[in-house]
């Protein structure tokens, strides 16, 4: 790390979550486990990583006495976003973010999304659009992450049995995988002044609509997949009818509503150019998910 700019510890929050725990292990690539600290609520969990040699503390964003000590010394926090979603998690962010700044890191850094926006479709964005709001209170970097590729898998219901992909009407999304976007986060981290403010997006360079993602699961599969579109109403009702809550559905069906406004089409190169290589393609990603 540049120790003559003051830099002295790195602290990512949800260390051993499904992002958390790939930024540190691509950061410890790059810095030393010592300049290395994980804010996590059970840090049982974290045994691996103290035993190679980083910082382990308990932090809960819904205790946030607790983020004093796990933050303290930091010069640079990552808080990665939680999977709640409205006010809660609007709170739970902004509680890490005093936090840190509370314990002196010179810069807070966010996982938030390219589509983060005060007039979303899509509940979650709101939620970054509003922390990002409370970011900006002082240095800040705000990592606008595309959609995550591994939701993907996800929308795929009985597709490979039934041979049809079926999902409200969509639009076109920037499929980016974790591994990617990982690896992204550990560079800017590793590098404190790359970004000040929002970074541009980063996203895989292509977009692809459940149409395309059809087709690509159709190569995979060896036999036809097609893209059925239903109703909004009959889709969330489906989902009432497996266990939803009716609250839950109505959320996932704001993910549609978004990409048919065209707030998911955003794909830009600054991803690749931080990694130095092509981002991995969404067919990979569903490749691995469906042991192919």
Do not use: C
């Amino acid at each position: 790390m540049n120790i003559e700019k003051g830099y002295a510890m790195i602290v990512i929050t949800g260390g051993t979550g499904q992002l958390g725990s790939r930024i540190v292990g691509r950061l410890l690539e790059r810095v030393p486990a010592a300049e290395v600290g994980v804010s996590v609520r059970d840090p049982s969990r974290a045994a691996e990583l103290s035993a190679r040699g980083v910082r382990v503390r308990r932090g809960d964003f819904a205790d946030p006495s607790s983020l004093a000590e796990a933050f303290e010394g930091a010069a640079q926090v990552l808080v990665v976003s939680t999977d709640s979603a409205g006010e809660e998690a609007v709170a739970h962010h902004v509680a890490a973010i005093e936090a840190a700044r509370a314990a002196g890191a010179k810069r807070v850094l966010y996982t938030s999304h390219q589509a983060a926006a005060a007039d979303s479709r899509f509940a979650p964005m709101v939620d970054h659009a509003a922390t990002e709001r409370r970011l900006a209170d002082g240095p800040f970097t705000a990592l606008r992450n595309g959609f995550y590729a591994s939701t993907v898998p996800l929308l795929l219901g009985a597709a490979l049995e039934t041979g049809e992909l079926t999902a409200p009407a969509d639009g076109p999304v920037s499929w980016t995988a974790h591994a990617d976007l990982a690896e992204a986060a550990a560079i800017i981290l590793a590098d404190e002044g790359r970004f000040d403010g929002p970074t541009p997006p980063l996203t895989a360079p292509v977009t692809l609509d459940l149409a395309e993602i059809a087709a690509v699961l159709t190569e995979l599969a060896g036999r036809p997949v097609r893209r059925v579109v239903v109703s909004d109403d009959a889709w969330a009702a489906g989902l009432v009818e497996h266990g939803v809550p009716a609250a839950r559905a109505e959320l996932l069906l704001g993910m549609f509503r978004a990409a048919r406004r065209g707030e998911f089409a955003v794909a830009g190169p600054e991803l690749e150019h931080l990694l130095g290589r092509p981002a991995t393609p969404v067919r990979e990603v569903l490749a691995e998910a469906l042991g192919r």
